[in-house]
T-cell receptor, first 114, second 113 residues
Framework: NAGVTQTPKFQVLKTGQSMTLQCAQDMNHNSMYWYRQDPGMGLRLIYYSASEGTTDKGEVPNGYNVSRLNKREFSLRLESAAPSQTSVYFC?????????????FGAGTRLSVL | QKEVEQDPGPLSVPEGAIVSLNCTYSNSAFQYFMWYRQYSRKGPELLMYTYSSGNKEDGRFTAQVDKSSKYISLFIRDSQPSDSATYLCAMSLSGAGSYQLTFGKGTKLSVIP
């Protein structure tokens, strides 16, 4: 009964370092999403993947890249981390073909960039 | 004007109180309305969703949508300390292929024993 699994849970980076956040879902959902959550800013969409093989930019894509590896997995990469990317990152999945687009979230990755 | 406005609180109530949480929105095309609950240091979890206008009840929780006023509410009856969390409203357009949810910024609720 895992749902959406994110790794790692915590990470500290130095400015300029790169890293990949991993996300996997076992609900057979077509669509997956990456958000960041900052105090006072709410949830902001970084990238999403409507279906396997497609990705699209969200509200705040600069400084990030994504890969939809297969139907289950969607990764978020920071090529050169900056302090402004210190945030909590959430992955989510949904099946918009069901018309509701109810999204199910992972537990989050807390990232600090020093 | 933001698409979705939600008072961030914090809101502090005594145990047993009735809590009212609200969001207003500007896009009349929204058709699906959701409430997510987020405990501290956890991911958001779906609490309730409604389609178009009307009320939906689930135990101590009632969700209301007034599309004419572009206003949605979540009521919590007999509030418990375990209800202490941040509540996020979210809404989406109708139809298959509507990939994006628009979220409010969340209201932080504390229920004091």
């Amino acid at each position: 009964n895992a749902g959406v699994t994110q790794t790692p849970k915590f990470q500290v980076l130095k400015t300029g370092q790169s890293m990949t956040l991993q996300c996997a879902q076992d609900m057979n959902h077509n669509s997956m999403y990456w958000y960041r959550q900052d105090p006072g800013m709410g949830l902001r969409l970084i990238y999403y993947s409507a279906s396997e093989g497609t990705t699209d930019k969200g509200e705040v894509p600069n400084g990030y890249n994504v890969s939809r590896l297969n139907k289950r997995e969607f990764s978020l990469r920071l090529e050169s981390a900056a302090p402004s990317q210190t945030s909590v990152y959430f992955c989510a999945s949904s099946s918009p073909d069901l018309a509701k687009n109810i999204q199910y979230f992972g537990a989050g990755t807390r990232l600090s960039v020093l | 004007q933001k698409e979705v406005e939600q008072d961030p609180g914090p809101l502090s109530v005594p145990e047993g109180a009735i809590v009212s949480l609200n969001c207003t929105y500007s896009n009349s095309a929204f058709q699906y309305f959701m409430w997510y609950r987020q405990y501290s240091r956890k991911g958001p979890e779906l609490l309730m969703y409604t389609y178009s206008s009307g009320n939906k009840e689930d135990g101590r929780f009632t969700a209301q949508v007034d599309k004419s006023s572009k206003y949605i509410s979540l009521f919590i009856r007999d509030s418990q300390p375990s209800d202490s969390a941040t509540y996020l409203c979210a809404m989406s357009l109708s139809g298959a292929g509507s990939y994006q949810l628009t979220f409010g910024k969340g209201t932080k609720l504390s229920v004091i024993p």
